[in-house]
Every structure is written in C-alpha cells, then in structure tokens.
C-alpha cells in the first residue's frame, strides 16, 4: 500500500498493519496521530479532505449508556478516537495525489 510504504519513516504516524499475505481493500485508510488536529487542518488549507470515522467508541454511543462504562473499561478504544484520521482513498487515486497527501503529512513533523 503506498501510503504505508511512504509514511512508514513519518515518526508523528501510525499507519494501519497490513499482513504480507494479505490484500486489504481499504475503507477508509485511517492513521493515528497524536497530533490529528493540527495535521487534519495543515491538509484542509491545502485543500485535502480527511474525516474521523468513528469519533466515538462503541461502548460510549447513547445505545449503550445504560451499560454505563468508564473510558478506563476500555483504554485503547479511547485512546485511539482522539487519535485517528481518515485520509482520501478511492480506487482511481493517482500516486501524484497520494504523494501530495503524503508530502503535507511530512511537513507537519515534530521534533
């Protein structure tokens, strides 16, 4: 996956686990950072739409409140919400416009 081979040495990134014998159809390509607000803006001035699938970990949503858990039940579901970013993905995506997305990421590096 291109994203994956060219964010792999983006220290600020984690980029989903893809198994070797394994083929993933990505909907949607999600990283996690631990700066997400700063990168997701960095790519809206430059004009690249991202998203945040699943801002809110299933045990939280209202159908469960009666369950009545505590973020610390479940720490890395909660952890991760505050983290992860979908970038664009789509099958025509051309390698330039992946390359752009990838070059936005890399200029929103901390040191």
């Known amino acids: 996956m291109k994203y994956n081979d060219l964010l792999s040495d983006c220290n600020h ?3 989903p686990i893809i198994h070797n014998q394994v083929r993933h159809v990505f909907h949607p390509y999600v990283i996690r950072t631990k700066n997400r607000d700063f990168v997701q803006n ?3 001035e430059k004009g690249v739409s991202t998203g945040i699938h699943y ?3 299933l ?3 209202k159908a469960y409140e009666y ?3 505590q973020t610390s039940d479940f720490p890395i579901s909660y952890n991760y919400s505050k983290k992860i970013l979908s970038l664009p993905i789509y099958p025509e995506m051309s390698d330039e ?3 752009y997305v990838v070059d936005i990421i890399k200029s929103c590096e901390f040191s």
Do not use: A, D, G
């Open 97 to 99: 416009s992946i390359n």
């Open 42 to 44: 960095k790519l809206k």
């Open 67 to 69: 369950l009545r858990h």
């Open 59 to 61: 045990p939280f949503l």
């Open 13 to 15: 990134i984690e980029c």
């Open 55 to 57: 801002p809110t970990p």
